[in-house]
């Protein structure tokens, strides 16, 4: 980006023998074409430069190494505007396709980070327009090509404005977030499609995704047989080689399946009218398509699966399984699957024994026997974040003590105490000729608002205030470049929402096989409560109390929800038709 404004992948860059860049660029196709060198051209005219004017390259390699070591200072803190979040949903709405969903122009990638501030929002003051953004776009992104409508789960981005044509592969850390703002949205609108989504999500990854010693698998690829998307498309003629007419008629009709096709001859699976519209086209109940259509999926699925399938990334990464053990988490408490919640703590365990080493610290990634590559800024904010989610849905106090040891790991090893904000590499990492640092967010959320974002969490859970102290620095370390672009910075100004928002405490005592701290957690997942933070506490259980659990017990023998501000409760909650009434209370005081 630095040489030439632009960045892209994948990345050549070409080093001095002290690791000092001199050349770099995007993909160079294997022969020249297109007005491009082939990367053979490339390696042929690069050794003929070293050969005649090395000093020129070692000279442009010490200019762009400063260039590089000058852009990872850090700037001068100030604090993040009041304005800035305003300012960063007026961006999204001057952005927003009102028509597909989504921002901006094709290719357009699955905008998790700005839908989930975006529902913040709405929940803050209740404006609609952020919640229209919003809707508009998850429907776009289900309804389309990029939604696997058989198997569920996303593919990486749609190539055109419509969600229609997608790029195939399948990456572990979009569909955790999509997961996870799917959930989300279906606690503000109770939209059983979101809540359709969410699941169909995370029984892909449970079924298809999770490695028999628990970790998740990290990708999929988009072709097989040499060709992009073979595995996912269908032909006409199959649906009546495989279905009964009538359901190869109904689901023809759903999903756009036509003779002619609708990509390159053949049909990309997408449902660009309602489910009623449809039914009614066809002169039939609504209901009766739906059955008709679960059947239709159910064997077109077990045919797929006979195909040869895409290659399969069976690397476990650290980070990225942190940020499924989230949506995981959040999926068995919105959700009450407690498949999710073995498939979380599944992962959990597998991570905390493989990638962990001896000394404690974490390790990047796995594959087989093999762990290996020390832990990036990433690793340790998204698997803290995930594992204090799932300590918040099962009351396991194993995975409490980890998410504590990794926060306090990222204090120690990869913050900057002078300016407050967290380098990517640790202290003791490989020498590099710069330590990086941003605040902004990507293809994933930003792993220092993520490291912020748990530090929050946790101070309200141990009463520390030196980690909501870190997570205050972070944000204001940030808050001139937050004024200049603000909608780059969703995931930090989450955390500043949450900075502003009065903590709302969460106390559940009860044991989980109980039918009533059953209903007492259902009627609470029920509830959009972004920055709250919730304890689970299972009676005669040998577990650690914490400030925000101590002396919480049953009441009356019964299991009870405590609801608190700043360690100061209102009475126990023992009736479960009694928590939503509780909880708005508990938002308006």
Same mark, same amino acid.
């Given at each position: 980006?630095?040489?030439?404004?632009?960045?892209?992948?994948?990345?050549?860059?070409?080093?001095?023998?002290?690791? %000092?860049?001199?050349?770099?660029?995007?993909?160079?196709?294997?022969?020249?074409?297109? $007005?491009?060198?082939?990367?053979?051209?490339?390696?042929?005219?690069?050794?003929?430069?070293?050969?005649?004017?090395?000093?020129?390259?070692?000279?442009?390699?010490?200019?762009?190494?400063? &260039?590089?070591?000058?852009?990872?200072?850090?700037?001068?803190?100030?604090?993040?505007?009041?304005?800035?979040?305003?300012?960063?949903?007026?961006? +999204?709405?001057?952005?927003?396709?009102?028509?597909?969903?989504?921002?901006?122009?094709?290719?357009?990638?699955?905008?998790? =980070? =700005? +839908?989930?501030?975006?529902?913040?929002?709405?929940?803050?003051?209740?404006?609609?327009?952020?919640?229209?953004?919003?809707?508009?776009?998850?429907?776009?992104?289900?309804?389309?090509?990029?939604?696997?409508?058989?198997?569920?789960?996303?593919?990486?981005?749609? /190539?055109?404005?419509?969600?229609?044509?997608? &790029?195939? %592969?399948?990456?572990?850390?979009?569909?955790?977030?999509?997961?996870?703002?799917?959930?989300? !949205?279906?606690?503000?609108?109770?939209?059983?499609?979101?809540?359709?989504?969410?699941?169909? /999500?995370?029984?892909?990854?449970?079924?298809?995704?999770?490695?028999?010693?628990?970790?998740?698998?990290?990708?999929?690829?988009?072709?097989?047989?040499?060709?992009?998307?073979?595995?996912?498309?269908?032909?006409?003629?199959?649906?009546?080689?495989?279905?009964?007419?009538? +359901?190869?008629?109904?689901?023809?009709?759903?999903?756009?399946?036509?003779?002619?096709? #609708?990509?390159?001859?053949?049909?990309? +699976?997408?449902?660009?009218?309602?489910?009623?519209?449809?039914?009614?086209?066809?002169?039939?109940?609504?209901?009766?398509?739906?059955?008709?259509?679960?059947?239709?999926?159910?064997?077109?699925?077990?045919?797929?699966?006979?195909?040869?399938?895409?290659?399969?990334?069976?690397?476990?990464?650290?980070?990225?399984? $942190?940020?499924?053990?989230?949506?995981?988490? #959040?999926?068995?408490?919105?959700?009450?699957?407690?498949?999710?919640?073995?498939?979380?703590?599944?992962?959990?365990?597998?991570?905390?024994?493989?990638?962990? /080493?001896?000394?404690?610290?974490?390790?990047? =990634?796995?594959?087989?026997?093999?762990?290996?590559?020390?832990?990036?800024?990433?690793?340790?904010?998204?698997?803290?974040?995930?594992?204090?989610?799932?300590?918040?849905?099962?009351?396991?106090?194993?995975?409490?003590?980890?998410?504590?040891?990794?926060?306090?790991?990222?204090?120690?090893?990869?913050?900057?105490?002078?300016?407050?904000?967290?380098?990517?590499?640790?202290?003791?990492?490989? =020498?590099?000729?710069?330590?990086?640092?941003?605040?902004?967010?990507?293809?994933?959320? #930003?792993?220092? !608002?993520?490291?912020?974002?748990?530090?929050?969490?946790?101070?309200?859970?141990?009463?520390?205030?030196?980690?909501?102290? !870190? !997570?205050?620095?972070?944000? /204001?370390?940030?808050?001139?470049?937050?004024?200049?672009?603000?909608?780059?910075?969703?995931?930090?100004? %989450?955390?500043?929402?949450?900075?502003?928002?009065?903590?709302?405490?969460?106390?559940?005592?009860?044991?989980?096989?109980?039918?009533?701290?059953?209903?007492?957690?259902?009627?609470?997942?029920?509830?959009?409560?972004?920055?709250?933070?919730?304890?689970?506490?299972?009676?005669?259980?040998?577990?650690?109390?914490?400030?925000?659990?101590?002396?919480?017990?049953?009441?009356?023998?019964?299991?009870?929800?405590?609801?608190?501000?700043?360690?100061?409760?209102?009475?126990?909650?023992?009736?479960?038709?009694?928590?939503?009434?509780?909880?708005?209370?508990?938002?308006?005081?």
């Amino acid at each position: 980006i630095a040489m030439s404004g632009s960045g892209g992948w994948p990345m050549s860059v070409f080093l001095t023998p002290k690791q %000092e860049p001199f050349f770099a660029g995007t993909y160079f196709p294997p022969t020249d074409r297109w $007005g491009r060198p082939g990367f053979a051209t490339l390696l042929d005219r690069i050794a003929t430069l070293w050969r005649t004017q090395r000093d020129a390259l070692v000279e442009q390699a010490g200019e762009l190494t400063r &260039h590089v070591q000058v852009s990872a200072t850090a700037a001068a803190a100030a604090p993040v505007p009041s304005e800035a979040i305003d300012a960063a949903i007026a961006a +999204l709405s001057g952005s927003f396709d009102a028509k597909w969903g989504g921002f901006g122009g094709a290719p357009k990638f699955p905008p998790s =980070s =700005s +839908l989930r501030l975006l529902l913040r929002r709405h929940g803050m003051n209740g404006e609609t327009r952020p919640l229209d953004m919003v809707r508009r776009t998850l429907d776009g992104m289900k309804n389309g090509g990029m939604y696997d409508q058989l198997g569920g789960g996303f593919a990486r981005y749609s /190539t055109d404005e419509r969600w229609l044509v997608p &790029h195939f %592969e399948k990456m572990l850390y979009d569909n955790a977030q999509l997961a996870d703002v799917y959930l989300e !949205a279906y606690q503000v609108t109770k939209d059983a499609e979101y809540r359709r989504v969410a699941q169909e /999500t995370l029984d892909y990854v449970v079924r298809e995704m999770q490695s028999p010693e628990g970790g998740y698998y990290s990708a999929t690829d988009a072709d097989s047989e040499g060709e992009e998307g073979k595995f996912f498309v269908f032909q006409r003629d199959e649906l009546d080689e495989h279905l009964p007419a009538e +359901l190869a008629e109904r689901f023809a009709a759903y999903y756009d399946v036509s003779p002619e096709g #609708n990509w390159e001859g053949k049909n990309i +699976l997408h449902t660009p009218k309602s489910l009623e519209r449809v039914a009614a086209e066809l002169g039939i109940a609504r209901d009766e398509l739906a059955e008709s259509l679960a059947e239709a999926r159910r064997r077109l699925y077990d045919v797929r699966q006979r195909r040869v399938p895409p290659l399969l990334d069976d690397k476990i990464i650290t980070a990225w399984n $942190g940020l499924m053990l989230r949506a995981m988490a #959040n999926g068995f408490r919105v959700l009450g699957e407690p498949g999710y919640l073995r498939s979380a703590e599944s992962a959990a365990d597998d991570l905390l024994n493989r990638l962990r /080493t001896g000394e404690g610290a974490l390790l990047r =990634s796995a594959r087989g026997k093999r762990a290996h590559l020390p832990a990036y800024l990433e690793d340790y904010a998204y698997l803290s974040d995930g594992l204090l989610t799932l300590y918040e849905a099962s009351g396991q106090a194993r995975y409490f003590d980890a998410a504590v040891a990794f926060a306090e790991a990222l204090l120690t090893r990869f913050r900057d105490a002078e300016s407050g904000t967290f380098f990517t590499t640790a202290h003791d990492h490989e =020498s590099l000729i710069a330590r990086t640092r941003e605040g902004h967010d990507g293809a994933l959320p #930003n792993p220092g !608002a993520v490291a912020a974002r748990a530090l929050l969490r946790l101070s309200v859970h141990l009463g520390r205030s030196e980690f909501r102290d !870190a !997570a205050q620095s972070f944000v /204001t370390a940030y808050g001139k470049a937050v004024e200049r672009v603000p909608l780059a910075f969703a995931t930090l100004l %989450e955390v500043v929402d949450a900075l502003d928002d009065p903590s709302l405490e969460l106390v559940l005592v009860g044991a989980p096989e109980d039918p009533r701290t059953r209903a007492l957690a259902a009627e609470l997942a029920q509830c959009f409560l972004p920055h709250a933070a919730l304890a689970v506490v299972r009676p005669n259980a040998e577990e650690k109390t914490t400030p925000l659990t101590e002396d919480k017990t049953l009441v009356g023998g019964a299991p009870a929800l405590y609801i608190c501000h700043h360690f100061a409760c209102g009475a126990p909650i023992t009736d479960a038709a009694r928590v939503k009434q509780a909880v708005e209370k508990a938002l308006q005081g």
